[in-house]
């Protein structure tokens, strides 16, 4: 071996022609045949062709392996793309010339780059599928069994995940929408409880806990449910509170009725201010707190029966009360009524027992209400008649007057007196054309009503029929005088020119004037009075107040004899001026 080592002029560069030399050299020195020899040979060249088949099997292998991974990436590549919506991609080469490996080599770094992208798009994917799937949660009322969402990963494109973005935008929207009804719905239930003074905290929390103030704004619940109870609450507080407000105001009426009834003085009044100032309040005029609170209602509720039952015991009190309103009422009118019977009646009907209280003054009430619309009806013709009996004064205080001898002396007051001179004759040519409308008036009156209009008992008519008449005699009664004057004056002529000049004979007495429908009596127009008043005590005349005193104020009727001061006639010719009266 050491010959062989010495021959080798390089050691360790073993190959197969050296380690052949060497076997050949051993077989020398063993003396091998040639048979054997060429044995081994074809031993060692059949190892040699195994090794390199195997070698040859593995090369194969791997070069399969390469394709395949190759394809694979190629086919990954493809995927990539069409899962993130793309159709090419920068990076990825264009040719596939050369080797495998340097295929492999181009390609993995645009596979590196796609699966990294595609990590980020399932990432996107996820956090707008886990908002939307929540958002939806919230709606349903279903938040606490939200799941993780599952990305589909074969569609990554930007088109979908714009979907998913819009889809988001509309359900934030939505929640938006929802949230801002939920805190209006909030906001009308603690402001109607306020009002009804109700526990809001209570009344929500029974909707749902999590519309309690201590609660953020976006933990409060938003779904169907939710939104749906509230209306329902809202809905139950606004007919509560519309209940409450009528039954309010309804007591706030008797409240009023009964104060009314009973003078309660304003000091006593002002102790339910707070109650009786939404009398006529609509319902969503309404907004002080405690306004329609339950203890309130009872408060008035108490206080109205505290005053029904003193009203029961002052019943009479009441009662005569009303009466005399409507015996006010007629007097005013002129319409003649029993006063006294109508009180005994109120009294039997109070102490039997039969009727009760409240039914009593609602009837007493109807008859106000009634005796207003027939004084409203006779209103008109009453203003005329005041007018003409201020005319008809006005002519008695002119006929007294004119029969004034001294009416022109230059005494006090005369240019006064002159003055109101003519405005009485102008006011009474008016006269007739008056009492004519007047006729025409009560007339249609009693076709509509089918009934006599009577002015403190005696028909107007006939009132107005008699002044005619009395009215027709004056003038005959004038027209005499003028011819008894005539006659006078001619014999008075005739005495001069036989005996001379002789002093005027003494002034004429009256013998008979008209009057108006009353008249303060006295001889002659005594009779006419007694005529025209058709019994005038009987009737409720204007000349007797209720303490059955004269009326010093304005006489009954036009007064004949007596003269009155311009400033009285201009107010009697106005007719505005308030008469008292009696029932």
Known sequence: MAALDAENPVV???SCGSLLQQLQQIWDEVGETDEERDNMLLQLEQECLDVYRRKVDL????RAHLLQTLADARVELTNLLSALGEKTYV????????TIKEQLLAIAPALEKLWKQKEERIKEFFDVQSQIQKICAEIAGTSDQVESPAVDETDLSMKKLDEFHAQLQDLQKE???RLHKVLEFVSTVHDICAVLGMDFFTTVTEVHPSLNDSTGVQSKSISNDTLSRLVKTVLALKEDKKQRLQKLQELATQLIDLWNLMDTPPEERSLFDHFTCNISASVDEVTIPGALASDL??????????????KASRMKEIAFKKQSELEEIFAHAHVEIDTEAAREKILSLIDSGNVEPTELLSDMDNQ???AKEEALSRKDILDKVEKWMSACEEESWLDDYNRDENRYNASRGAHLNLKRAEK???????IPALVDSLVAKTRVWEQERGITFTYDGVPLLAMLDEYAMLRQDRE??????????KFHEQVNKEQESIFGATPSPARQPSTKKVVGPRTNGGGANGAASRRLSLNAHQNGSRSINRDGRRDSSRPAAPVNYVAISKEDAASHISGTEPLPSTP
């Open 91 to 98: 990076g990825i080469p264009e040719k596939t010339s050369g």
């Open 368 to 370: 106000i209400v009634k």
């Open 12 to 14: 360790g560069q073993i």
């Open 59 to 62: 090369a194969v292998k791997s």
């Open 424 to 430: 009485a004759r102008v006011l009474v040519n008016k």
């Open 297 to 310: 209602i009872e408060q008035a509720e108490v206080e109205v029966e505290r005053l029904d039952q003193l």
């Open 175 to 177: 929640k938006s929408d």
């Open 476 to 485: 005959e009664e004038k027209r005499r005088m003028r011819d008894q004057k």
